[in-house]
């Protein structure tokens, strides 16, 4: 039955000319026969037809019901449509330039940015069944945020839970030189334990991953590479397998290498590609505590057990390990994530959620814009309305008619929108958050991506073109056929709804530019930020990696980094070397209330060299800074920065009294006794960053001489005498000289990891500018569009007017509160909107309250100033009409 | 052009159908028809019959063909399929129940 009724519908289309034949010849025929009813009840001859013509009705219109019957008349009619759209396009190919052009950058840059969302934020993660991959982390108490895991505290998870399938865990990794390839290669080294890759399970392309029992002393020097590394460096060889290879100067033999595409993309700053290599990780007797927290957890769910069941587990073991080992674990938990949720930062996720709604709101200026432009058309059209409808039309077929109109407008708008798209998207990555972006994210535009554009394709349509359909096909409209010249009334009514369109673009346009105002004041807050340090683009910070378990004693590696030092020191142009290792300790202050092991603070523990903070100026408030007799075997001394002495030593000299830090024994990874340190001064907190990042760091400074401590990395900064991009060479080569395997990376002056960490907030202001800027461009555009239009309407009036001595001063006001009125209207009911949307950019400032006044006040006084002159050009047409000319012009 | 008396909503497929269930007639035809069987009482809309043709041959209920008249004039003639005819009882019937239940609910005390 269907399929009869498909083929008799699908023949009907085609002929359509035959069918609606035999309709007419139908409807004759009864028109004939009810004629000669008529004639044979006597009427006469003519009268007999009209009255028969009377009594049937509108032919046309009830031929155009009668062919609705039919079905899919709908295709019939779309048909139909399109061939009539585009015909009324290709004729006004300004209007449809124009329309394209707005809808394509609209839709493209909304087609780019939600790629990044899909990509980031969409798009399961590119392992076997991604969601049932969690991290678990420790809960501080009283949801203070969370920590790493304690070595102890995973074996115990491990061997305790039953919601897992199995655990694994890896160190943050470590960077490291891969020697034997030409100049030492910097490679990032991570230790993961033997069932870590199972978890993600997503494959080798060569060899295999680990198995248990790699992870054992002894059997550990075996290593996987990245596909990306293996491919760059080992020439893509499938020999690789079972070859031997230098990290760090021991040797290690190539076990497998891992798929490419997940495992390969960017990691480290700077773009610089994946070259990662994981070795098993065997934990050594030193490193089985269970309070120093280094490992990041994760966990492959099993099949049917929910998050929450596993939450629930884990906060029984917690409770339970937390009243078994009081001193290290009391208060704490566990965090159970799903790990896709943990690898995008929340900063990333809200500024492109920021972002996308951005754009979605220049694509609404855009497509009010286009509504307007078609209502303005509308009024020519009005008599082709007007005609359709008495030849039979209903409305909803006239609806439809325009709809289709700009459905294709939106279609060819979104055309060009994928090829805008497709080229910013490659400017977006490169200029950008890559930085930010987790290793896993996959930026295409995909099917998902192009779903995405064709429904926003149509919705553009429909809303483009719904609010003009529905007013060109108003009843009254499509009544009158008498209304040759579009009446006031009508007029008036169309003029209304251009008003309103005009308000939404300017409500639209105002928090934009409030967003966009607010972020360039913030950034240059954060720009004339006073900096700590004297003449930044001077000074030069290098990365030296610390070569793991390379340093047998203490004495060895202060040795090492003094000739380092000494040698650097020794290049012409260079004015002063230092050096600082960085670390994390916890601490309490000596003589106050004694706080739980488990619940103490960390601090920013900070071993220098003496000549450190007066290479980077950094001014004493208080006490002095430390010197080059502040040696092993002396008092134990600290500087401390404002914080760390505005936060533990409010209403007292801190100078003289102790801070208890909980030292790490020099090579291992357990915490041991307290050391008390004596403040001997208070400096300023360090602000070579952006403010936002340093802001709270509580700063504690010690030389190296008095607690030499190993951590992933040396920073050495170099103050230069001349321009620091001299140096850029010398420096590495003055190292390798010392060790051919040390790596020297990240070589940068102050200045330039100031506008790199600034990068972020320089995006935003770009991005939000540009939108801003097209949102205000649009609004004119818009303003000056329906003021034009209505002088023009009004011209009659106007000369009117004039006439009856109106001088031009009175026209120019009459023109510019009519046209200025829903501007203001726009901004007024917009305050509220603006005050509510803010609140989502204020994450992103700096120093700027998210309501301050002086940008919305300044934003507000823009955009009215720009409108006024929108309007003020008809204004002053309106004022130079000559009212006999206009009167003439009937 | 008004109804001489209201045809009820929904009535007008089912005295279409009724008709046609005598023979086949063009839409004239069915329109004189329906005066003739209700007496002058019925008369049914050009606007509402043709539509309601279409929609009937449409749902396969009719079927149409092209004939001569007694007068040699060309017409369109519709006749019942079996479809119809069935939706025809159906609509009879329900027809009869629904008048049933309103004549009970009219003449209860």
Same mark, same amino acid.
């Given at each position: 039955?269907?399929l009869?009724?498909?083929?008799?519908?699908?023949?009907?289309?085609?002929?359509?000319?035959?069918?609606?034949?035999?309709?007419?010849?139908?409807?004759?025929?009864?028109l004939?026969?009810?004629?000669?009813?008529?004639?044979?009840?006597?009427?006469?001859?003519?009268e007999?037809?009209?009255?028969?013509?009377?009594?049937?009705?509108?032919?046309?219109?009830?031929?155009?019901?009668?062919?609705?019957?039919?079905?899919?008349?709908?295709?019939?009619?779309?048909?139909?449509?399109?061939?009539?759209?585009?015909?009324?396009?290709?004729?006004?190919?300004?209007?449809?330039?124009?329309?394209?052009?707005?809808?394509?950058?609209?839709?493209?840059?909304?087609?780019?940015?939600?790629?990044?969302?899909?990509?980031?934020?969409?798009?399961?993660?590119?392992?076997?069944?991604?969601?049932?991959?969690?991290?678990l982390?420790?809960?501080?108490?009283?949801?203070?945020?969370?920590?790493?895991?304690?070595t102890?505290?995973?074996?115990?998870?491990?061997?305790q839970?039953?919601?897992?399938?199995?655990?694994?865990?890896t160190?943050?990794?470590?960077?490291?030189?891969?020697?034997?390839?030409?100049?030492?290669?910097?490679?990032?080294?991570?230790?993961?334990?033997?069932?870590?890759?199972?978890?993600?399970?997503?494959?080798?392309?060569?060899g295999?991953?680990?198995?248990?029992?790699?992870?054992?002393s002894?059997?550990?020097?075996?290593?996987?590479l990245?596909?990306?590394?293996?491919?760059?460096?080992?020439?893509?060889?499938?020999?690789?397998?079972?070859?031997?290879?230098?990290?760090?100067?021991?040797?290690?033999?190539?076990?497998?290498?891992?798929?490419?595409?997940?495992?390969?993309r960017?990691?480290?700053?700077?773009?610089?590609?994946?070259?990662?290599?994981?070795?098993?990780?065997?934990?050594?007797?030193?490193?089985?505590?269970?309070?120093?927290?280094?490992?990041?957890?994760?966990?492959?769910?099993?099949?049917?057990?929910?998050?929450?069941?596993?939450?629930?587990?884990?906060?029984?073991?917690?409770?339970?390990?937390?009243?078994?080992?009081?001193?290290?674990?009391?208060?704490?938990?566990?965090?159970?994530?799903?790990?896709?949720?943990?690898?995008?930062?929340?900063?990333?996720?809200?500024?492109l959620?920021?972002?996308?709604?951005?754009?979605?709101?220049?694509?609404?200026?855009?497509?009010?814009?286009?509504?307007?432009?078609?209502?303005? !058309?509308?009024?020519?059209?009005?008599? #082709? @309305?007007?005609?359709?409808?008495? $030849?039979?039309? =209903?409305?909803?077929? %006239?609806v &439809?008619?325009?709809?289709?109109?700009?459905?294709?407008?939106?279609?060819?708008?979104?055309?060009?929108g994928?090829?805008?798209?497709?080229?910013?998207?490659?400017?977006?990555?490169?200029?950008?958050?890559?930085?930010?972006?987790?290793?896993?994210?996959?930026?295409?535009?995909?099917g998902?991506?192009?779903l995405?554009?064709?429904?926003?394709?149509?919705?553009?349509g429909?809303?483009?073109?719904?609010?003009?359909?529905?007013q060109?096909?108003?009843?009254?409209?499509?009544?009158?056929?008498?209304q040759?010249?579009?009446?006031?009334?009508?007029?008036?009514?169309?003029?209304?709804? !251009?008003?309103?369109?005009?308000?939404i #673009? @300017?409500?639209?346009?105002?928090? $934009?530019?409030? =967003?966009?105002?607010? %972020?360039? &004041?913030?950034?240059?807050?954060?720009?004339?930020?006073?900096?700590?340090?004297?003449?930044?683009?001077?000074?030069?910070?290098?990365?030296?990696?610390i070569?793991?378990?390379?340093?047998?004693?203490?004495?060895?590696f202060?040795?090492?980094?003094?000739?380092?030092?000494?040698?650097?020191?020794?290049?012409?142009?260079?004015?002063?070397?230092?050096?600082?290792?960085?670390?994390?300790?916890?601490?309490?202050?000596?003589?106050?209330?004694?706080?739980?092991?488990?619940?103490?603070?960390?601090?920013?523990?900070?071993?220098?060299?003496?000549?450190?903070?007066?290479?980077?100026?950094? !001014?004493?408030?208080?006490?002095?800074?430390?010197?080059?007799?502040?040696?092993?075997?002396?008092p134990?001394?600290?500087?401390?920065?404002?914080?760390m002495?505005?936060?533990?030593?409010?209403?007292?000299?801190?100078?003289?009294?102790r801070?208890?830090?909980?030292?790490?024994?020099?090579?291992?990874?357990?915490?041991?006794?307290e050391?008390?340190?004596?403040?001997?001064g208070?400096?300023?907190?360090?602000r070579?960053?952006?403010?936002?990042?340093?802001?709270?760091?509580?700063?504690?400074?010690?030389t190296?001489?008095?607690?030499?401590?190993?951590?992933?990395?040396?920073?050495?900064?170099?103050?230069?005498?001349?321009d620091?991009?001299?140096?850029?060479?010398?420096?590495?080569n003055?190292?390798?000289?010392?060790?051919?395997?040390?790596?020297?990376?990240?070589?940068?002056?102050?200045?330039?990891?100031?506008?790199?960490?600034?990068?972020?907030?320089?995006?935003?202001?770009?991005?939000?500018?540009?939108?801003?800027?097209?949102?205000l461009?649009?609004?004119?555009?818009?303003?000056?569009?329906v003021?034009?239009?209505?002088?023009?309407?009004?011209?009659?009036?106007?000369?009117?007017?004039?006439?009856?001595?109106?001088?031009?001063?009175?026209?120019?006001?009459l023109?510019?509160?009519?046209?200025?009125?829903?501007?203001?209207?726009?901004?007024?009911?917009?305050?509220?909107?603006?005050?509510?949307?803010?609140?989502?950019?204020?994450?992103?400032?700096?120093?700027?309250?998210?309501?301050?006044?002086?940008?919305?006040?300044?934003?507000?006084?823009?955009?009215?100033?720009?409108?006024?002159?929108?309007?003020?050009?008809?204004?002053?047409?309106?004022?130079?009409?000559d009212?006999?000319?206009?009167?003439?012009?009937? | 052009?008004?109804?001489?008396?209201?045809?009820?909503?929904?009535?007008?497929?089912?005295?279409?159908?009724?008709?046609?269930?005598?023979?086949?007639?063009h839409?004239?035809?069915?329109?004189?028809?329906?005066?003739?069987?209700?007496?002058?009482?019925?008369?049914?809309?050009?606007?509402?019959?043709?539509?309601?043709?279409?929609r009937?041959?449409?749902?396969?209920?009719?079927?149409?063909?092209?004939?001569?008249?007694?007068?040699?004039?060309?017409?369109?003639?519709?006749?019942?399929?079996?479809?119809?005819?069935?939706?025809?009882?159906?609509?009879?019937?329900?027809?009869?129940?629904?008048?049933?239940?309103?004549?009970?609910?009219?003449?209860?005390?």
């Amino acid at each position: 039955m269907r399929l009869i009724q498909f083929v008799r519908c699908f023949r009907a289309l085609f002929r359509k000319g035959k069918l609606d034949r035999d309709m007419a010849e139908e409807m004759r025929f009864h028109l004939n026969q009810s004629t000669a009813d008529n004639v044979a009840d006597g009427v006469p001859a003519d009268e007999a037809h009209y009255a028969a013509l009377r009594q049937f009705g509108n032919v046309a219109s009830i031929q155009e019901r009668a062919r609705e019957q039919r079905g899919w008349v709908w295709l019939e009619y779309l048909v139909q449509d399109i061939g009539y759209g585009v015909r009324m396009l290709r004729k006004n190919p300004g209007f449809t330039t124009v329309a394209v052009l707005t809808l394509g950058l609209g839709i493209g840059a909304n087609t780019a940015i939600f790629s990044f969302v899909n990509g980031v934020m969409l798009k399961p993660l590119p392992y076997a069944e991604p969601d049932r991959i969690v991290r678990l982390r420790e809960a501080l108490p009283e949801a203070k945020g969370s920590t790493l895991v304690s070595t102890l505290n995973y074996l115990d998870w491990e061997k305790q839970n039953t919601v897992f399938d199995r655990l694994a865990c890896t160190d943050g990794g470590r960077r490291g030189s891969l020697a034997g390839v030409g100049a030492p290669l910097l490679v990032v080294v991570r230790n993961v334990s033997a069932q870590y890759f199972d978890i993600f399970n997503n494959g080798v392309a060569l060899g295999r991953t680990f198995a248990l029992g790699d992870d054992q002393s002894g059997n550990d020097q075996v290593v996987i590479l990245t596909h990306v590394l293996w491919q760059s460096q080992f020439g893509a060889d499938p020999q690789v397998i079972g070859r031997s290879i230098s990290l760090d100067g021991k040797p290690y033999t190539v076990i497998g290498v891992l798929p490419q595409g997940a495992w390969d993309r960017k990691w480290l700053p700077n773009n610089s590609p994946n070259f990662q290599v994981f070795r098993p990780l065997a934990f050594t007797p030193g490193e089985k505590t269970r309070d120093a927290r280094w490992l990041e957890v994760d966990a492959r769910l099993k099949p049917g057990v929910s998050i929450d069941q596993a939450q629930a587990q884990m906060d029984t073991i917690s409770a339970r390990l937390a009243h078994a080992y009081p001193d290290s674990n009391k208060g704490r938990g566990i965090k159970v994530e799903f790990f896709a949720d943990t690898i995008v930062a929340p900063e990333l996720r809200q500024s492109l959620y920021l972002l996308l709604a951005a754009v979605g709101m220049v694509l609404l200026i855009a497509c009010a814009n286009i509504a307007n432009l078609t209502l303005a !058309r509308g009024a020519v059209r009005e008599r #082709e @309305v007007a005609i359709r409808a008495s $030849l039979g039309a =209903g409305r909803w077929r %006239l609806v &439809r008619q325009f709809l289709t109109e700009s459905l294709l407008l939106s279609t060819g708008g979104s055309i060009f929108g994928l090829g805008v798209g497709w080229i910013s998207l490659s400017g977006l990555e490169m200029m950008t958050f890559s930085r930010r972006l987790p290793a896993v994210a996959n930026i295409t535009m995909d099917g998902q991506v192009l779903l995405f554009t064709l429904i926003l394709s149509v919705l553009t349509g429909v809303m483009c073109g719904l609010p003009p359909a529905l007013q060109a096909t108003r009843p009254a409209a499509m009544a009158s056929m008498k209304q040759a010249r579009s009446g006031v009334s009508a007029g008036r009514r169309r003029q209304r709804m !251009r008003s309103i369109l005009v308000s939404i #673009e @300017v409500m639209l346009a105002f928090a $934009l530019l409030t =967003g966009a105002g607010l %972020l360039l &004041r913030s950034f240059f807050r954060l720009q004339k930020v006073d900096r700590t340090v004297d003449d930044p683009a001077k000074v030069i910070i290098a990365w030296l990696p610390i070569p793991e378990k390379r340093f047998p004693t203490p004495e060895l590696f202060l040795g090492y980094f003094h000739q380092i030092v000494d040698r650097l020191r020794a290049l012409p142009g260079v004015s002063d070397v230092a050096l600082r290792v960085g670390s994390s300790r916890f601490f309490q202050i000596a003589g106050k209330p004694p706080v739980d092991q488990a619940n103490r603070q960390p601090c920013d523990f900070m071993t220098v060299t003496p000549s450190f903070s007066r290479l980077l100026g950094e !001014r004493l408030i208080k006490g002095r800074l430390l010197n080059d007799r502040d040696v092993k075997g002396g008092p134990l001394v600290t500087v401390i920065n404002e914080t760390m002495a505005r936060r533990y030593f409010p209403d007292e000299d801190p100078i003289g009294k102790r801070i208890l830090i909980t030292d790490i024994p020099f090579g291992e990874q357990h915490l041991s006794r307290e050391i008390p340190w004596e403040v001997v001064g208070v400096i300023v907190d360090e602000r070579m960053a952006p403010p936002r990042e340093t802001a709270d760091h509580l700063g504690v400074y010690v030389t190296m001489e008095q607690s030499p401590q190993l951590s992933n990395v040396a920073l050495v900064y170099i103050r230069s005498a001349i321009d620091p991009s001299l140096l850029r060479q010398v420096i590495p080569n003055a190292v390798y000289e010392r060790n051919p395997e040390q790596i020297v990376f990240n070589i940068e002056t102050l200045d330039q990891m100031n506008a790199s960490v600034m990068a972020d907030d320089r995006f935003h202001l770009v991005m939000f500018g540009i939108f801003a800027g097209v949102a205000l461009v649009l609004a004119v555009i818009g303003i000056y569009g329906v003021v034009s239009y209505s002088v023009t309407q009004r011209i009659h009036e106007i000369g009117i007017r004039a006439a009856l001595g109106a001088n031009s001063g009175n026209i120019m006001g009459l023109v510019l509160r009519s046209g200025m009125a829903p501007v203001v209207l726009g901004l007024v009911i917009g305050l509220p909107g603006v005050f509510g949307l803010t609140r989502f950019v204020s994450s992103l400032l700096f120093g700027v309250g998210e309501h301050d006044p002086i940008t919305i006040a300044a934003v507000a006084l823009i955009l009215a100033a720009v409108a006024l002159i929108a309007c003020y050009i008809p204004a002053r047409r309106a004022a130079k009409v000559d009212p006999m000319v206009a009167l003439r012009c009937e | 052009m008004a109804q001489k008396s209201g045809l009820v909503q929904g009535t007008l497929d089912m005295l279409v159908l009724r008709v046609l269930s005598r023979g086949e007639f063009h839409g004239w035809g069915i329109t004189q028809k329906l005066e003739q069987l209700s007496k002058n009482a019925l008369r049914v809309e050009e606007g509402s019959l043709y539509p309601a043709l279409y929609r009937m041959e449409e749902k396969g209920w009719l079927k149409s063909e092209w004939k001569l008249t007694e007068k040699g004039q060309r017409a369109k003639f519709y006749a019942l399929t079996r479809t119809g005819r069935k939706q025809l009882e159906a609509e009879k019937e329900s027809w009869g129940r629904l008048t049933g239940i309103i004549a009970q609910v009219m003449e209860s005390p």
